[in-house]
């Protein structure tokens, strides 16, 4: 019977199989970098319909960030302002102005403001807002420094192993109830001694922070 293929062809479909997995396996692992990357977009300023200024509002004037996310406290979501939060002062403060022209036609036409998502996590990632805060997360854990921010940017990545940081260790983080919104708070040299009596205080179950089915539900 005669031979069509040269001696060496099973050596090459040997090898020629062992490169088609790595190079599939290298492959996969780049476009997973490349999606985690593209898709951060940390440090990104997000323009808004309306110029509202951070820095001004929760910077200069103190404006509590649960003044304006009024469910930060009691739900999952934080919520943004509706346009009544923004007319209880605007109604009386720069009326008329160019600034304000989004501001004031969605409270003539009672249609919504559709503000820009800074902070998009995955749908298969859930998050609870209420719970963090009551247990001493501040705001600029996540959010940064909102307070010093013109147009606010996403300032951390959000990724799983930076959440696991905390979860693993939350007493490196957590902070008295009454600082949560305090964007200027800092760490005091005590931090581990206060996280600690803190994690026993609002009763902070360790072993369930690094349970899968906290955020993976």
């Not at 060496?8 to 780049?30: C, D, E, Q, R």
């Not at 996310?69 to 008329?96: D, F, L, N, Y």
């Amino acid at each position: 019977m005669p031979q069509y293929f040269p001696p060496n062809s099973n050596a090459f479909a040997k090898w020629s199989i062992y490169g088609g997995m790595v190079f599939f396996i290298v492959l996969i692992t780049v476009l997973a970098i490349f999606a985690r990357v593209s898709n951060n977009k940390v440090g990104v300023a997000i323009e808004q319909p309306v110029a509202f200024a951070h820095n001004l509002h929760a910077g200069q004037l103190g404006i509590s960030c649960a003044y304006c996310h009024a469910s930060v406290e009691t739900s999952a979501v934080a919520g943004v302002p509706p346009t009544e939060t923004c007319m209880a002062c605007h109604s009386q403060i720069r009326v008329g102005t160019e600034q304000l022209a989004a501001v004031q036609k969605s409270w003539d036409t009672n249609i919504p403001i559709e503000w820009n998502k800074v902070t998009d996590l995955a749908d298969f990632v859930y998050f609870n807002h209420a719970i963090h805060v009551n247990k001493g997360v501040g705001c600029a854990e996540c959010h940064g420094r909102v307070d010093q921010m013109e147009v606010v940017f996403k300032a951390e990545p959000l990724t799983m192993g930076w959440c696991l940081e905390c979860h693993r260790a939350p007493e490196k983080f957590l902070r008295p109830r009454e600082e949560v919104f305090n964007m200027a708070y800092e760490k005091p040299a005590n931090q581990l001694e206060l996280g600690q009596n803190l994690v026993e205080e609002y009763h902070i179950n360790l072993d369930k922070l690094i349970s899968c089915s906290v955020c993976h539900r």
